[in-house]
Every structure is written in C-alpha cells, then in structure tokens.
C-alpha cells in the first residue's frame, strides 16, 4: 500500500511539475529572445533560470524587484524601473478610482495572460481576502508592459519580456505560484516617519510588519487575514 500510496504522489508531482503554461506568439517569442541573456546574467550571480521566483513593488521609488531562490533563501536578481502606475500612495479600494493596489498578492499559471492587450501581463489577484474582508472592489490589476496604466503596473516590453520569462520559467518548473508584494515605498522607519500623518498609517503599519520579515529572514512571509488585518507566518 505504501508504495502504492508513493507511486501515485510520484506521478501527482509530474503531472504539476510539467504542467504547461498558456502561451502565445508573443509570449513564445520574449521567452526565446530574452532566455540566453538572462541565463547567462543569473548564472553569473550563481542562480538559475526556472528557480523560484519573488516580487516586491514600490510606488515611491517606481520600481520592481525579482528575487531568485537559492539555498532556500532569495537573492535579488534584478530592479527594474516601472514606466508607470495610476493613482497615488494608498490602497486601491474601489472600481473606476485608478488607484494601483498595495498588499500581498500571489500568481498561479492561471494568471499568466500571454495575449493581453499591453503585450504580455499577469493578473495580481486584486481584491484579494485582505481586499474583499474591507468591500474593496476592482479586478484585473496587472503587472503588463506597453508603459500605459489604469490601474495596473506598466513596464516597458523590453522589461516585462524579461519579468514574464522569469516567472513563465519558475512556474513551469514547479513552483506553484510566485507572490507580489505591493508597497507604497520602501517601509524603512524613516520613511514610515515622513509618512506618519497619513490616513493609512495604520494598513502601512500592518504591511510594514510582512516588509519586516522578508528583510529579517529572505524569505516572503505567508499573509493570511484575520479580522481585517494581514498576520504573518
């Protein structure tokens, strides 16, 4: 029974393990320009391209980080410039406020978008449990390229053809889903004091603590809800 039990978590992990992505022309094309780069980039800090991968965003200093895992910790690969985000410092709360959202987020192969309208994307999962537990409303906020936002985070093609190969090749190598953590800035206690007269001094505070733990340990913390806030483990 046991190695019946084994046999089929062995054939359940290589079915998940090689699931297919969805995929486009366009997409086919960034992975095949972009690969022999970037494998050439992380192999020179010792990474590899289909290892895990992790995204902070920051509104402040418009730019995107990816962390690669190695060693069962991330190393920051890359900062990229984000051409553009709506709105202003604050969560997105409602449809139609063009505000870009802040918080933790995650992205499974089903929210890969290989043929978006902005030359390639990948949906946030806006509103996600933190989001609906407080009645905020929106949907399909993106990370996508084509430098133009309502909403979402814009990058240039080059840059989201380098994002999407990243994430396209983690996921299909097995990680399940990446996570996307949005922040308002780089919550350093300066920067939280520079900002301590503002009406979401509260929900940065919360976000801060999840910020906190990534710096501490270099590994994304798991955000779950309760009560309306985020807690961490």
């Known amino acids: ?23 486009s022309n366009t997409s086919i094309e960034a992975i095949r320009n972009t690969t022999p780069t970037l494998s050439e980039e992380l192999e020179a800090k010792s ?6 991968i992790f995204i902070r965003i920051f509104k402040e200093e418009k730019v995107l980080e990816v962390w690669i895992e190695k060693d069962e910790s991330f190393t920051l690969f890359k900062t990229y410039e984000i051409c553009s985000f709506s709105g202003k410092l604050g969560p997105k709360q409602k449809q139609g406020d063009m505000q870009s959202p802040e918080g933790f987020y995650f992205v499974p192969p089903s929210r ?43 990058m240039t093609d080059e840059y989201i053809d380098e994002i999407y190969t990243l994430a396209h090749k983690a996921l299909e190598n097995g990680q399940q889903y990446f996570r996307v953590h949005a922040f308002p800035f780089r919550m350093t206690e300066d920067n939280m004091q520079q900002h301590h007269d503002s009406q979401w001094l509260s929900f940065w505070q919360n976000l801060k603590q999840g910020y906190d733990w990534f710096e501490e340990y270099r590994t994304p913390p798991n955000a779950e809800v309760r009560d309306g806030v985020y807690v961490f483990n």
């Open 47 to 52: 990474l590899a391209l289909g290892n895990a």
């Open 112 to 154: 890969m978008n290989p043929w978006s309208s902005y030359h390639l994307s990948f949906n946030l999962g806006y509103p996600n449990s933190y989001d609906r537990s407080h009645g905020y409303t929106g949907n399909y906020l993106m990370v996508h390229g084509r430098c133009v936002s309502i909403g979402c985070y814009a």
């Open 1 to 23: 029974m046991r190695l019946f039990i084994s046999f089929i978590l062995t054939c359940i992990a290589t079915v998940v393990i090689a699931q297919r992505l969805p995929e």
